[in-house]
């Protein structure tokens, strides 16, 4: 089994509202992944009481999730903490502190709103990164907290590029496939190449190809585009898993991954689909900024 690794999910979000979630022990265990990103995700329209009740829910479920006697058994998945959208916490260094304490190694300045650090990738370009979110920035990079530059905006993305010391965008489609305001364009694509950063392809196919059908060929054409930029030793997948109301056909939860990875095989060399099953986001989580 390769190494695999998937670097966005909702399963915090799910679990916090009761709600079905696709991401589990038995799905991570079907489809091999050794290591699940877990993104703490609250509505930015809730009133802010609310925000917090369910942030602090979800960090508990991620504490209960990572304790040892979860993880004793060896095909169990390890997990990473990540921020989806900071609105609610803003600049507020002791809520940051208080999260990198709880294990956060990655987190987003924005969802798709606008807020006192950032635009998300629904607001105009006139919009950008403030000081605050540069600040902000800069304290995470003193943390090792990489950042999440998947819901910023184009020109959020260029002027947060300048600043953080490791960039991801955890999940992801290819905008030349399809143009959507989430997905990267090509030139955005060589800059992470050039930073070294991390690109996480998701399952959605309304970001793959703008209806509510994919399968694994639409996968295939993303990869062969990202290769053919030169980001395949930096793409792996971000499923959004627990996030999206449809997948690629073979891919409603983890557990086919399995059967992705085997239909990539047989399109490009080995070396390539191990580095996007998982060997690319464990170097980058582990590489030292820039």
């Given at each position: 089994?390769?190494?695999?690794?998937?670097?966005?999910?909702?399963?915090?979000?799910?679990?916090?509202?009761?709600?079905?979630?696709?991401?589990?022990?038995?799905?991570?265990?079907?489809?091999?992944?050794?290591?699940?990103?877990?993104?703490?995700?609250v509505?930015?329209?809730?009133?802010?009481?609310?925000?917090?009740?369910?942030?602090?829910?979800?960090?508990?479920?991620?504490?209960?999730?990572?304790?040892?006697?979860?993880n004793?058994?060896?095909?169990?998945?390890?997990?990473?903490?990540?921020?989806?959208?900071?609105?609610?916490?803003?600049?507020?260094?002791?809520?940051?502190?208080?999260?990198?304490?709880?294990g956060?190694?990655?987190?987003?300045l924005?969802?798709?709103?606008?807020?006192?650090?950032?635009?998300?990738?629904?607001?105009?370009?006139?919009?950008?990164l403030?000081?605050?979110?540069?600040?902000?920035?800069?304290?995470?990079?003193?943390?090792?907290?990489?950042?999440?530059?998947?819901?910023?905006?184009?020109?959020?993305?260029?002027?947060?590029?300048?600043?953080?010391?490791k960039?991801?965008?955890?999940?992801?489609?290819?905008?030349?496939?399809?143009?959507?305001?989430?997905?990267?364009?090509?030139?955005?694509?060589?800059?992470?190449?050039?930073?070294?950063?991390?690109?996480?392809?998701?399952?959605?196919?309304?970001?793959?190809?703008?209806?509510?059908?994919?399968?694994?060929?639409?996968?295939?054409?993303?990869?062969?585009?990202?290769?053919?930029?030169?980001?395949?030793?930096?793409?792996?997948?971000g499923?959004?898993?627990d996030?999206?109301?449809?997948?690629?056909?073979?891919?409603?939860?983890?557990?086919?991954?399995?059967?992705?990875?085997?239909?990539?095989?047989?399109?490009?060399?080995?070396?390539?689909?191990?580095?996007?099953?998982?060997?690319?986001?464990?170097?980058?989580?582990?590489?030292?900024?820039?």
């Amino acid at each position: 089994m390769m190494f695999t690794a998937d670097t966005h999910c909702d399963v915090l979000w799910k679990a916090a509202e009761n709600a079905a979630s696709v991401v589990n022990v038995d799905t991570l265990r079907q489809g091999g992944v050794n290591l699940q990103n877990a993104a703490l995700f609250v509505p930015p329209s809730l009133p802010k009481n609310r925000q917090y009740a369910l942030l602090n829910k979800e960090l508990r479920i991620f504490q209960q999730m990572t304790q040892p006697e979860q993880n004793s058994n060896d095909q169990n998945p390890d997990y990473m903490l990540s921020l989806e959208g900071a609105s609610l916490i803003e600049d507020d260094l002791k809520e940051w502190a208080r999260l990198k304490e709880a294990g956060l190694e990655m987190a987003g300045l924005t969802w798709n709103e606008k807020n006192q650090l950032a635009a998300g990738s629904e607001q105009s370009n006139k919009f950008g990164l403030t000081d605050k979110g540069k600040n902000i920035i800069e304290w995470m990079n003193h943390h090792a907290i990489v950042l999440d530059a998947a819901h910023l905006n184009e020109q959020s993305f260029w002027q947060a590029l300048e600043y953080a010391g490791k960039t991801a965008v955890s999940h992801t489609n290819v905008r030349s496939l399809h143009d959507h305001p989430r997905n990267l364009t090509d030139e955005q694509i060589r800059a992470l190449v050039h930073q070294e950063g991390f690109i996480g392809l998701t399952f959605y196919p309304y970001f793959i190809n703008g209806t509510d059908q994919a399968d694994f060929s639409d996968v295939g054409r993303q990869v062969e585009h990202l290769c053919s930029l030169g980001a395949d030793s930096i793409t792996g997948f971000g499923s959004d898993f627990d996030g999206i109301a449809k997948t690629v056909s073979g891919m409603e939860s983890p557990a086919g991954f399995p059967a992705l990875l085997e239909w990539l095989l047989q399109r490009f060399d080995e070396d390539t689909v191990k580095g996007i099953a998982g060997v690319n986001f464990n170097r980058f989580r582990h590489r030292r900024a820039l």
